[in-house]
Every structure is written in C-alpha cells, then in structure tokens.
C-alpha cells in the first residue's frame, strides 16, 4: 500500500486532466454532452465542425483521461 503523504504530493490521475483542454470544454457544455462524444454526435454546428473533427482524435481521448483521474480518485479515498 502506498502512503498517503507520497500519493499526495503527486497530481491526481497523474496529469491526466490538470491542463486546459482549449476549447473542449466550452463545446462540451454547448452540446450539453461529454467531450468524447461530440465527433460522432451529428449535431455539430458547422462552424465547429472543423474544430472538432480536426482534434477528433484529441476529443476522443478526453475518455481515457478522465477514466484515469477517477480510477486515481477514488484510489486516494480508499487509503483515507
């Protein structure tokens, strides 16, 4: 088991989602969807289809990221 201390002094999900996603989350909150889902949604305005099918793969992978914050989270509860 890891100490709490060490597990502290590290970021949660080791990164996975501490810096800015752009213009992703302003997106999300447009569609009212998770950011992953906006490349496949078929709603898209046309002007911000461009944007999020050019960073499609970059939109997608907000999943995993947020999947390894979580996973981490709730790691840090379970020690406390």
């Known amino acids: 088991m ?12 080791d ?10 989350p302003s997106m999300s909150q447009k569609y009212h969807m ?3 889902r906006l490349p496949d949604s078929g709603i898209l305005d046309p002007e911000d289809r461009s944007t ?10 907000t999943k995993q990221a947020y999947h390894a914050f979580a996973s981490d ?3 840090r509860v379970s020690l406390l």
């Open 15 to 24: 990164n996975a989602i501490i810096h800015s996603h752009n213009t992703f």
């Open 73 to 75: 989270f709730l790691h």
């Open 52 to 61: 999020i099918g050019g960073n499609q793969h970059a939109f997608r992978a």
């Open 34 to 36: 998770p950011m992953w």
């Open 2 to 13: 890891i100490a709490l201390p060490a597990v502290a002094d590290k970021s949660i999900g």
